[in-house]
Nanobody, 124 residues
């Protein structure tokens, strides 16, 4: 099974940018549809973005559309989440998820593998 490790989180001021990375090991990431979820303290884990195996199709939750971009570099076995125009409402632990069946939906239960998460904190 693929193993996922997120990085790139941190503290940023409102209006700033961060790029998260999700590095895959043990399996080729091109075999998996990939997604990013986030979970704010005391809240449910919510869908942020997803990308198909080839990278030709991407999906976003409404609140991040136009600000966040999901991408993948299958040669580097890595998936990215570029986050621009960050607001305090984006503060959360961000998780990378993978599904070998190609699922790119918004349900957390559709993904079979998860990373450990990386904290993103946006100050006002």
């Amino acid at each position: 099974q693929v193993q996922l490790v997120e990085s790139g989180g941190g503290l940023v001021q409102a209006g700033g940018s961060l790029r998260l990375s999700c590095a895959a090991s043990r399996r080729t990431v091109s075999n998996y549809a990939m997604a990013w979820f986030r979970q704010a303290q005391g809240e449910e884990r919510e869908f942020v973005a997803a990308i198909s195996r080839s990278g030709s199709n991407t999906y976003y939750t409404v609140s991040v559309k136009g600000r966040f971009t999901i991408s993948r570099d299958n040669a580097k076995n890595t998936v990215y989440l570029q986050m621009n125009s960050l607001t305090p409402e984006d503060t959360a632990v961000y998780y990378c998820a993978a599904d070998s069946g190609g699922y790119v939906g918004s349900s957390r239960y559709g993904y079979e593998r998860w990373g450990q998460g990386t904290q993103v904190t946006v100050s006002s």
